[in-house]
């Protein structure tokens, strides 16, 4: 395994708005997908290439923080979802002000379903 390989997990973050997302900075380096107003947020396409383009060194262990646009979310984990199977979600959680990751294997959320 080379260095470069070995870097923090990164947290992508669907929308740069006014939230403070300093507490989800524990789980890894933040990458804003998109920032401010997204005038195309009903245009799935120019959303795909957007994040993608920031996505481009993504990693399995890598995080999205659930948060702003849906369209922006939807789109961001099925990139993760097909690239690695798999999506580690952080969540915030209001009572405690706090960060939580909940993953989402999807070979065995499918191996559930078929049960």
Sequence with gaps: ???????SPRVFVPN???????????????VFLTTGRVPSRFNANDIARQCEEKMKDAKAGDYLLIS???SI???????LSYRFGRVNFLIYDS??????SRSIVLE???ELESE
């Design 1 to 7: 395994m080379s260095f470069k390989e070995l870097r």
């Design 16 to 30: 740069k708005s006014f939230h403070d997302f300093t507490g989800a900075m524990k789980f890894g380096d933040l």
């Design 68 to 70: 702003g646009p849906t």
């Design 73 to 79: 979310n939807s789109i961001a984990s099925a990139i």
């Design 95 to 100: 009572n405690t002000d706090a960060y939580f």
């Design 108 to 110: 065995h959320a499918v």
